[in-house]
Every structure is written in structure tokens, then in C-alpha cells.
């Protein structure tokens, strides 16, 4: 079984930054995409950003040379670092990562969701 423990949400004023953090643990063999979605009130779950395992990144328009994702493969961590924030990023930030187990099953895990609200 894999656990994704999240942290780094808060409360910012417009224009700050603040850096999510999301450690997977448990049965891993091997990680391949590791993602940071978003859910506003009222809103569906968006992705935000993605990293392959080979280093590869995909980022949604609206944070593009905004927020950057990494990914630290000895600690199973992947980052989002957001810099000048803006009102509508808020919303509950969910980090999402598949791979293999040691047993060689597939599995995709979602966090548990961490709120990030920016102020005007």
C-alpha cells in the first residue's frame, strides 16, 4: 500500500509564494508521473502541473512561468513551488503519483488535499 502525506498550503497575499510538499511511502518499486491538481469551490479538479520520471514537465496554461514542479527520486517528493500567487489559484491542492509496487501491481494515489488561499 502507498501513502502520499502533503504539506505547505497556507493562507498568502497576492503575489507571494508558497512551496507544497508531497512524500510518498509504502510499497514502492517504482514512481513514474508525479502531479499537483486543484479543486476550487464550485469548480472540477484541474491539473496543475506534472513531472515524468525522467524529468519531463507539463504545466497547465494558467500557471505557466509561474509555478514549478520537481521531484526528488531518493525521497519519493515531488514540489510545487508557486510564486506570484493570484486570488483564483485557491482551491485544495491534491498531489497524484502512480507506479509499481515491489509485488509489480500497478497503483495511482491521491493525497489528501492541502488548501491554499491567496488574498487580494
Do not use: H
Not at 31 to 57: D, F, H
Amino acid at each position: 500500500q502507498v501513502q502520499l502525506v502533503e504539506s505547505g498550503g497556507g493562507l498568502v497575499q497576492a503575489g507571494g509564494s508558497l512551496r507544497l510538499s508531497c512524500a510518498a511511502s509504502g510499497s514502492i518499486f517504482s514512481i513514474n508521473a508525479m502531479g499537483w491538481y486543484r479543486q476550487a469551490p464550485g469548480k472540477q479538479r484541474e491539473l496543475v502541473a506534472v513531472i515524468t520520471s525522467g524529468g519531463s514537465t507539463n504545466y497547465a496554461d494558467s500557471v505557466k512561468g509561474r509555478f514549478t514542479i520537481s521531484r526528488d527520486n531518493a525521497k519519493n517528493t515531488v514540489y510545487l513551488q508557486m510564486n506570484s500567487l493570484k486570488p483564483e489559484d485557491t482551491a485544495v491542492y491534491y498531489c497524484n503519483v502512480d507506479g509499481s509496487s515491489f509485488d509489480y501491481r500497478y497503483f495511482e494515489v491521491w493525497g489528501q488535499g492541502t488548501l491554499v488561499t491567496v488574498s487580494s
